[in-house]
């Protein structure tokens, strides 16, 4: 690892200003896609008077996060082979209240014709052994610069309240190096009982909220009858008199 680490530090020194480069496209890069997504988070609220998002947070992946992807992944070190094959350098993360949002926004992103998907990995459909679920999306946006269009790979995580709390929690115990390893697994357990539980709460939650829209509809429509029959009522004895 500190070979690498040094051969890393060698590489910055040599290509700092490529290197900010690079990073600055990436922060434009999660400027599109936020905005794309604040802009459904809008018209979701004009148009049916709610919002499917409750949070956004983006960040650009740490030197030290790519040097172990570098390590992990076993490519070169070269930022042209750090563009092509490591794919989570620019991550947004947005978090909706209902799973059915988590869909309705990925299918709408990917609609768009600026937007080229290049994987889906459902993580929710199909969860990790540790019980980890969320959409994530690696995407390919284009970015405008002075003199040139430029497409940059972005990962893009979509995730309920509920799966986000469990995530952080679970990545905070992933990341503590100081747990006895009995105590470990024991988390690790209780963990994914966690996680099944917070599904079941998603899915009865979502229920809930179709239901509400439901009962909503069926209160709206049984209104609308009943003023047309007033309406109609009101009409026939007007042409009576
Ligand atoms: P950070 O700090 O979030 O950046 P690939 O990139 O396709 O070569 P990778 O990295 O295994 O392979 O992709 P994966 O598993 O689809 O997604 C990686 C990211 O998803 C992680 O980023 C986490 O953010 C999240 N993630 C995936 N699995 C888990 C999990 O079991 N628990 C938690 N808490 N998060 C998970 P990084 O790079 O690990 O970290």
């Excluded at 947005?94 to 990917?110: G, N, R």
């Excluded at 979509?158 to 988390?187: C, G």
């Excluded at 809930?208 to 609308?224: L, P, V, W, Y």
Aim: proline share 3%; with cysteine; net charge neutral.
């Amino acid at each position: 690892m500190n070979n690498i680490e040094d051969e890393f530090l060698d590489l910055i020194q040599e290509n700092t200003k490529p290197l900010d480069t690079l990073m600055a496209y990436y922060r434009c890069a999660i400027m599109e896609v936020e905005t794309k997504f604040k802009v459904l988070n809008e018209q979701f609220s004009l148009e049916y008077d709610r919002n499917p998002i409750e949070s956004i947070k983006t960040r650009v992946k740490s030197i030290d996060g790519i040097v172990k992807k570098v390590h992990r992944k076993n490519i070169p070190l070269t930022l042209q082979s750090i563009e092509q094959n490591i794919t989570d350098i620019a991550g947004v993360r947005v978090v909706c209240s209902f799973p059915e949002d988590i869909y309705l926004l990925a299918d709408c992103l990917l609609q768009q014709d600026d937007i080229r998907l290049i994987e889906k990995k459902d993580y929710i459909k199909k969860p990790k052994d540790s019980g980890y679920r969320s959409l994530h999306l690696i995407v390919a946006v284009p970015i405008f610069l002075q003199d040139e269009k430029r497409e940059m790979k972005v990962e893009v995580q979509l995730r309920t309240i509920a799966m986000d709390f469990w995530a952080s929690l679970e990545h905070k115990v992933r990341y503590k190096k100081n747990i006895p390893e009995n105590e470990a697994e024991q988390l690790a357990v209780e963990l994914t009982e966690c996680a099944r539980i917070s599904a079941e709460l998603d899915n009865r939650m979502q229920d809930i909220r179709n239901r509400i829209a439901a009962a909503e509809k069926t209160g709206t429509d049984d209104q609308i009858q009943k003023q047309s029959r007033i309406i109609s009522g009101t009409l026939r004895k007007s042409t009576n008199r």
